[in-house]
């Protein structure tokens, strides 16, 4: 069976976005990080563990009457740094967008360190997360210098 | 450069810079030569934590160059404690000062604090953090003991886990091509993190547990101050105490031109009858506080250190 059939599964959408070429697994991450927790967003549509012939297994995301921007985009890179964005207007693709992710992740994540001075909700300057390496991912505080493992980003999503 | 957050704010050259400026400044800072280079500034004082020494060391500096100093005073007593934000006291104490000198309990309030700022920031110190300060004033002691930062054995003792005093220094000191013997207790051992920092930039390390071996090789001996509330129960801390302790005795195979230091305050960690020998440098490096932050406030404000000082009457 190929990638075509599974991906047939998932219905096609009128307006919108998908974000294809999610990490397997990583799908519900992806939307935690969009800021989208599917009660009070329009349609989402979600495959998992999706036979790839690039990556093995993949997540693949629809997101329906939505289309995301760059920016929003951008805070997906730390867990699918692949992946590949189409935005979705009257059925067929409208836009392709590149997942950036850029050597600073400001306010997309709290400092996980709990005696970090951007603790406690009060203070006024951006939460910025510097990307420290790539391979392997790590981040550190622009503050406080602590470095962020993903689990840490993403317990402290803002 | 706008503020002195970490070590990393300077570059070699302008470490070795601001030494040889601290230097030509010590007839100063001993006041035998009046000269009022930050005449009409004024620097604030900002602690957040008790510091006697740093505190006054940097107070001592600006008045020495004939600057004002302002103190935030008691920290109980200050609005710190009513919920005020670090960024509105910034803002507020931004506005009556040149440059200020901090040091706060949280990691990364100094990088904050510049961030929320227009005048430079000195920092002093936050939590576990950076202590750039001490680190100058560390370097200045080490070259006018040795000469030079080059190629020297550094073997430093007791408490590296939570002190920023020696992980600002091991950063600097891995620069210069230091040779770094860390020497801990396991519960106090340097962290991974900073360890593998200092391996990727080139740094040859050893760690022991062992003081006595390290004393015939040393260069510098860097004490640090364990303290009690470190450990769970009694015995073990006078356990590790005895065993990180320096006693005159015990220098007997030291290089003659091997030095002791130490931040200050100092518990049990070197014996009173160390201060004797030709070894003891922890004095004179607290003095040097004064010249290292003289130093590094010309430097934040703009001012330029005269190129020859003379020692009766200020500026040639
Ligand atoms: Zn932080």
């Not at chain 1, 397997?24 to 992806?30: F, L, M, N, S």
């Not at chain 2, 040091?103 to 002093?124: C, E, F, K, T, W």
Request: hydrophobic share 40%; aromatic share 4%.
């Amino acid at each position: 069976m190929s990638t075509e059939s599974h991906m047939r599964r998932v219905t096609a959408i009128n307006n919108g976005t998908v974000i294809d070429h999610i990490p397997a697994g990583c799908a519900i991450t992806v939307l935690k990080m969009l800021g989208i927790d599917g009660r009070r967003s329009t349609p989402i549509t979600l495959a998992m563990n999706v036979p790839s012939k690039k990556m093995g297994g993949k997540d693949v995301v629809k997101i329906e009457d939505r289309e995301i921007t760059q920016s929003e985009l951008d805070r997906v890179a730390l867990v699918a740094p692949e992946a590949s964005v189409s935005i979705i207007r009257a059925y067929s693709v409208a836009e392709k967008l590149v997942v950036n992710l850029g050597l600073e992740i400001t306010g997309v994540a709290r400092c996980c360190f709990s005696n970090c001075a951007t603790w406690g909700d009060r203070e006024p300057l951006p939460h910025r997360l510097k990307v420290h390496s790539i391979e392997p991912l790590e981040l550190r505080c622009h503050y406080c210098g602590r470095s962020q493992d993903m689990e840490a980003i993403i317990d402290n999503l803002l | 450069m706008a503020s002195l957050i970490t070590m990393d704010d300077l570059t070699n050259e302008e470490i070795i810079e601001v030494l040889d400026n601290a230097e030509r400044l010590l007839p100063v800072a001993r006041g035998e030569t009046h000269l009022p280079l930050l005449e009409g500034k004024i620097l604030g004082n900002l602690f957040f934590e008790p510091s006697t020494r740093t505190r006054m060391s940097f107070e001592t500096a600006m008045k020495r160059l004939g600057g004002e100093v302002v103190n935030l005073g008691d920290v109980k007593t200050s609005s710190v404690v009513k919920g005020e934000t670090l960024f509105d006291m910034i803002q507020m104490v931004d506005g009556y000062t040149d440059i200020i000198a901090m040091r706060h309990p949280r990691q990364g309030a100094a990088q904050y604090a510049s961030d929320s700022a227009r005048v430079p920031i000195l920092n002093g110190g936050d939590g576990a953090g950076h202590h750039p300060t001490q680190t100058m004033l560390d370097l200045f002691t080490i070259r006018q003991a040795h000469g030079t930062l080059e190629g020297l054995n550094v073997a430093l003792v007791g408490d590296l886990r939570f002190g920023r005093t020696v992980h600002s220094l091991s950063h600097a000191l891995v620069r210069f091509g230091c040779t770094l013997t860390f020497v801990s207790p396991e519960s106090l051992s340097m962290p991974d993190e900073i360890i593998s920092d200092l391996k990727k930039h080139g740094a040859d390390i050893t760690e022991t547990e062992n003081l006595r071996s390290v004393i015939p090789s040393a260069d510098v001996i860097y004490m640090t101050r364990i303290q009690k509330e470190r450990f769970p129960d009694e015995d073990e801390y006078a356990r590790v105490a005895g065993i990180f302790k320096l006693c005159a005795a015990d220098l007997s195979p030291a290089k003659g031109g091997m030095i002791v230091m130490h931040p200050l305050p100092r518990v049990n960690e070197i014996s009173p009858d160390v201060d004797n020998t030709k070894h003891a440098r922890y004095f004179e490096q607290a003095f040097n506080g004064v010249v290292a932050r003289m130093s590094l406030l010309c430097r934040l404000l703009n001012v330029e250190v005269p190129a020859i000082i003379s020692s009766n009457g200020g500026e040639n």
